[in-house]
């Protein structure tokens, strides 16, 4: 990535005024008296630093992982079994929904990342769904109904997860922080090598990489990201079931990373709101949306590959281009 | 030791099915380096159409042959339509476009036969149990086991005896060659998935009087199929055959014992809690071993 | 003479029923610009795999600076001193040419374990990268995108990035292919100029380019070295001529 000669672009002013959006959407909310658009925008911005996490390890490192979903559930069921067995304390269940996830990035992307190209997307694919056939096995977590969660996780006196504005204020932050640490992270050493192994991963290890244990630092990562994501979608629906991490979500945060445009930072958050959103329109249209957005997504996988945001940089481009310069 | 031997032959029955689908799964990816992902989808229809055509016709080997007809014409349409133009793409292109088809394949399906599960009946002579040396067993099992391996065995011939074969198996080891020939190859790529998606479409058809009919019966078992081609190596239908039944034993066994044995290590509650999920991780367990051991699944492509 | 840097002793690979590799010897003392050459097919692919690491010999040895490095792994051969360029391109076509060469400094300044600090901040990557592209001469093209250079550039990209690891002998496997002859003039130019601080192990089919820089030269038919000397003992070695370069010499005329 050549730096940019200039900040102003067309896509650089989309990026901050979606960002400046996110932030005051609780306000429009409020006036305007519509609490379904921050249930909406909530659940956006937890599916959106899934996406974010999937990215990292997509996007910027070339690991086609299909079952990125699973750390939804990880994360998911590490608050609902705590809340299940009584401790509703954050301090408890996040690192644990955060140190499960780990775990399980880090055995299974030690087996997955053995191997290459199709069969690591079919594996890291058995992988989750076995998870899913666990969890769905285990009775006394609610087997295959899921698990309702009674109290939201708590932390101090003056944070209240139950509030939903405080609560979108919470996934927010941490949407914010986990988008400035992807950045930090991709251009930093670690990030130029993971980079490196996306282009070129012979190249790499001709030139003295060892790249599988970078690989599999950028999939921990990755999983820990992803197994907040499921910890905060389980407080946001007070509930956990096997079915947030089964394959066809893992399919979901594919769509939203390659939507937006893979390997740009922010594009999955743009993926993440522009799927969900298209959901909720379609299927005010028709019950069957899904028959319009499955042919939408062939054509954007044969003709709009760059996402969105490589549309907004074409257009910017464009733009610019009919200035003398 | 009756029980036994009825669950070996539910092993091998189970085994033989899957291997159906993960055979046109893996030729599909050995010939045209194609992650299809809608595979399970024409499992379903396979089932979906069988259920519609025996209806209308009143005999169901007549509706299974219609069925297959109707599966296998979809296949090449499908080919025609989309998957043609995914060749040569990225594997998260095919992953992608083909989910997309998922999708419509779903919704087409509860728009057109409705959200509720269909049932497929048996005809009376499949219904009874038949004994097989001294021992009773269900008719349409056996029948199913008796179909798979003609079709094993037919599939087997057509890619190693015949001429259309051998440029199935020069098309999985080089592209390039088979286009020098003179072949069309676009007509050998509609071909060939066409007959996966008969083979899948077959696969359904046959589990469907045994579960129900229902939208979403193909997926779960695509990723059986998936594991299948990871643990038998990609493009090897020796391989797809080996797996499947080794997946097909596991899972089956696996299901109907490991309950009793872990009742002989840990208390009946602990063990009734573990089985379901103990019994349920048995083949990712095998496909782990087997990537530790071999990470290009226990027969490359290079020998098949 | 001082000790060889490199030092190969009796190497043999076989793929099968072909010998591949044939008991080839020979050693490159520090400061020599060796030639390796011999037609299509003589092996000369297979020799510079198992020197880089990407395939290991059958028997004989390799030794590195007076130590044993036959079974050392590829990526592990860099680190020593010992920096290839490959004969088909292989560049990371979508990063800037900069961000290519302080990626061959980052492999060998210790582990890439940092997650915070901007790589392309840090001057002990980028002062390097920098000089290694100077040397080349493709200073003006750093900031550009990789894929946008033309096949030459990508060449002294190659020759830049291994330079970049500070490598004590260089393995140049056709630096010259593909190029056109004014091209070559500038890739000869810069192997002189290479050829005062580097001890180089050039394998190429340019006969003119070789026979212009080479200090020795071996020849390589049919995985066996059937000679070895200065350049103007193998144009005057018999077997040479009758083996190679006859058919060379008819094709220059």
Redesign the interface.
């Known amino acids: 990535m050549p730096p940019k000669t200039s900040l102003l672009t067309l896509r650089n002013i989309v990026v901050a005024l979606l960002l400046i959006a996110l932030a005051l959407l609780p306000v429009y909310a409020q006036l305007a008296g519509d609490r379904f658009a921050l249930t909406l925008f909530t659940r956006i911005v937890i599916m959106a630093l899934a996406a974010v996490s999937l990215n990292l390890i997509l996007g910027f490192g070339g690991m086609m992982s299909f079952g990125h979903a699973v750390y939804l559930g990880i994360g998911g069921y590490a608050v609902g079994m705590l809340a299940k067995e009584g401790v509703y304390s954050g301090f408890v269940q996040w690192p644990v929904a955060i140190l499960a996830s780990a775990l399980f990035a880090l055995v299974i992307g030690a087996l997955s990342l053995r191997t290459r190209g199709v069969y690591f997307i079919m594996i890291t694919l058995a992988f989750a769904q076995m998870a899913y056939y666990i969890f769905a096995g285990i009775a006394r977590y609610g087997g295959d109904d899921g698990l309702t969660i009674y109290k939201r996780s708590q932390f101090i006196e003056a944070l209240n997860l139950s509030d939903k504005v405080q609560f979108y204020y919470v996934c927010l932050v941490i949407l914010f922080a986990a988008i400035y640490l992807v950045y930090r992270l991709i251009n930093s050493r670690f990030g130029m090598v993971l980079q490196g192994v996306r282009s070129n991963e012979v190249r790499m290890r001709a030139i003295g990489f060892a790249t599988y244990r970078y690989k599999l630092t950028a999939f921990v990562i990755a999983g820990v990201l992803c197994g907040l994501s499921g910890a905060l979608l389980a407080n946001q629906a007070d509930f956990v079931s096997p079915s947030v991490m089964y394959w066809t979500r893992s399919g979901d945060l594919i769509i939203m990373v390659v939507l937006g445009g893979m390997g740009t930072v922010i594009g999955p958050v743009m993926g993440a709101i522009a799927l969900l959103v298209l959901e909720e329109v379609l299927s005010g249209f028709t019950e069957y949306w899904q028959i319009i957005l499955g042919p939408l997504l062939l054509l954007v996988v044969l003709f709009a590959r760059g996402g969105i945001d490589g549309l907004l940089a074409t257009l910017g481009e464009r733009f610019t281009l009919r200035r003398p310069s | 030791m009756t029980l036994f031997i009825e669950q070996c032959l539910n092993g091998l029955q189970f085994g033989l099915l899957l291997f159906m689908l993960a055979a046109g799964l893996t030729l599909v990816f050995g010939i045209m380096d194609l992650v299809n992902l809608a595979h399970g989808s024409l499992y379903m229809l396979g089932a979906y159409f069988a259920a519609t055509f025996s209806a209308l016709t009143g005999s169901f080997v007549l509706g299974a042959i219609l069925a297959m007809l109707a599966t296998l014409l979809v296949g090449m349409v499908v080919e025609v339509v989309a998957m043609r133009r995914l060749y040569g793409r990225d594997h998260l292109d095919h992953v992608l476009g083909t989910f997309g088809l998922i999708l419509f394949f779903n919704e087409s399906v509860r728009l057109i036969w409705g959200p509720a599960g269909l049932a497929l009946p048996l005809p009376g002579w499949l219904q009874q149990p038949i004994s097989i040396l001294g021992f009773q067993y269900s008719a349409y099992k056996f029948s199913i086991i008796v179909v798979s391996l003609i079709v094993a065995g037919g599939l087997y011939a057509l890619v190693m005896r015949t001429r259309i074969g051998m440029l199935i198996r020069a098309g999985a080891s080089n592209r390039e060659m088979v286009g020098a020939l003179g072949v069309n190859i676009k007509l050998l790529y509609t071909l060939v998935f066409g007959l996966g998606a008969a083979l899948a479409g077959l696969a359904g058809l046959m589990q469907a009087p045994i579960l129900t009919v229902q939208i979403g019966m193909g997926e779960n078992i695509l990723i059986l199929a998936f594991v299948i081609t990871v643990i038998g190596g990609i493009g090897s239908i020796r391989g797809a055959l080996v797996a499947a039944l080794l997946v097909g034993f596991i899972d089956t066994l696996g299901r109907s014992y490991l309950p009793d044995m872990l009742r002989e290590v840990l208390s009946p509650a602990a063990a009734s809690t573990l089985a379901p999920a103990l019994s349920s991780m048995l083949i990712y367990l095998l496909m782990a071993i087997v990537l530790i051991v071999k990470p290009e699944g226990l027969f490359s492509a290079g020998q098949r | 003479m001082s000790a060889p840097l490199l030092e190969v002793g009796h190497l043999a690979k076989r793929f099968g029923g072909i010998v591949a590799t044939d008991d080839v010897s020979f050693a490159i003392p520090p400061g020599e610009l060796h030639a390796l050459i011999g037609p299509n097919g003589a092996g000369k692919t297979t020799l510079i795999a198992q020197l880089?690491g990407?395939i290991f010999a059958d028997s004989g040895a390799i030794r590195f600076a007076g130590a044993d490095i036959t079974r050392l792994p590829?990526?592990?051969r860099?680190?020593i001193g010992l920096a290839?360029s490959?004969q088909i391109t292989?560049?990371?076509?979508?990063?800037?040419v900069l961000?290519n060469v302080?990626?061959?400094v980052?492999?060998?300044a210790g582990h890439?374990?940092?997650?915070?600090?901007?790589?392309?901040a840090?001057a002990a990557?980028r002062e390097p990268a920098r000089e290694a592209l100077a040397r080349v001469g493709l200073a003006d093209r750093a900031?550009?995108?990789t894929a946008s250079l033309s096949h030459g550039e990508h060449r002294l990209l190659e020759l830049a990035?291994a330079l970049a690891?500070q490598p004590r002998l260089l393995l140049l496997d056709e630096p010259m292919a593909g190029l056109g002859p004014e091209e070559s003039a500038r890739m000869v130019g810069m192997l002189r100029a290479l050829k005062r601080d580097y001890t180089i192990l050039l394998v190429e089919h340019d006969m003119e380019a070789v026979f212009a820089l080479a200090d020795r030269i071996s020849v390589l038919v049919y995985g066996r070295i059937i000679a070895t000397g200065s350049p103007d003992e193998i144009r005057g070695n018999q077997q040479v001529r009758e083996a190679y370069l006859g058919d060379a010499e008819t094709a220059h005329a």
């Open positions: 880089s990407s590829m990526q592990k860099s680190h290839r490959f292989s560049l990371f076509l979508n990063m800037s961000d302080a990626l061959a980052q492999a060998h890439s374990f940092s997650f915070w600090r901007n790589a392309r840090e990557l900031e550009r995108l990035m690891g």
